[in-house]
C-alpha cells in the first residue's frame, strides 16, 4: 500500500467498518487534540475506548481509561495512535498479541512508522499514517464542509442542522434513521466503479 496517499474508497471502507477504536494517548485535557477526536468520534457513535496509563481507572466522556491495549476486555476493531512515531512499533506489537486483533492501525497526523506499518499489514491489518479519522470522517460525509473546508463536494443546499449541531454519516444511519447524501453518493459512485 502507498502510504503517501489514500482512495477516498479505503478511509470509508474503513470507518464505516470499524464499531469500536481504541484511543492509544487519549487525552482528558479538553483543549488537546486527542480529546476533540475522540470526542467527535464517540458523538458519532463509534465505542471508543481510551488508553493512557496515567489516568488509568478514571474516566473520559463516561468511558472508562486503561493503561494499555491488553487490558482491555472488549474486541478493539481499530487502535487509532496519538503516540509520537517512535512509539507506534510497540503499539502495533501489542495490538497483534490481542484476541481478536483489531483489524486496522490508524497513526494520526505526523504520525509515520513505515517498520510499524509493514508490520501491521504483513499481519493483514489495514494502516492508515498521518491522518486524522476525526478530519477524514468529517470530509467523506460532506460535514466538514459546513465549516468551510473544501471536501471537493458542490452543493447549493444548506444541510440540515440536528439539535443546533449539524450530524451527517458516511454510510451510517442518520441521527433521524434515514441514509445520508453522503451514504447515497457513496453508493452510487461503488456502483460505477
Not at 506489537?93 to 508490520?119: F, S, T
Not at 440536528?162 to 442518520?174: A, D, E, K, V, W
Request: charged letters at 25%; a positive charge; aromatic letters at 6%.
Amino acid at each position: 500500500m502507498n502510504h503517501d496517499s489514500y482512495p477516498d474508497s479505503y478511509i470509508r471502507g474503513i470507518l464505516n467498518t470499524v464499531k469500536s477504536i481504541a484511543m492509544v494517548g487519549a487525552s482528558e485535557k479538553e483543549n488537546r487534540p486527542s480529546y476533540f477526536a475522540f470526542k467527535y468520534l464517540l458523538e458519532r457513535g463509534y465505542n471508543m475506548i481510551p488508553i493512557n496509563p496515567g489516568h488509568a481507572g478514571e474516566d473520559l466522556l463516561g468511558r472508562r481509561i486503561y493503561a494499555r491495549l491488553a487490558d482491555v476486555t472488549e474486541p478493539i476493531d481499530m487502535v487509532d495512535i496519538f503516540r509520537a512515531s517512535r512509539y507506534a512499533q510497540p503499539i502495533v506489537e501489542e495490538a497483534l498479541a490481542l484476541q481478536p486483533r483489531p483489524q486496522v492501525i490508524w497513526m494520526q497526523l505526523g504520525i509515520r512508522n513505515d517498520e510499524a506499518a509493514a508490520l501491521a499489514e504483513t499481519n493483514g491489518l489495514k494502516v492508515v499514517m498521518n491522518r486524522c479519522p476525526k478530519i477524514e470522517y468529517g470530509r467523506l460525509s460532506s460535514e466538514i464542509a459546513w465549516m468551510g473546508v473544501n471536501t471537493r463536494t458542490i452543493t447549493s443546499k444548506r444541510a440540515t442542522a440536528s439539535g443546533g449541531i449539524q450530524r451527517l454519516s458516511l454510510n451510517r444511519t442518520s441521527t433521524r434513521g434515514g441514509a445520508t447524501d453522503a451514504a447515497e453518493r457513496a453508493e452510487r459512485e461503488d456502483g460505477k466503479a
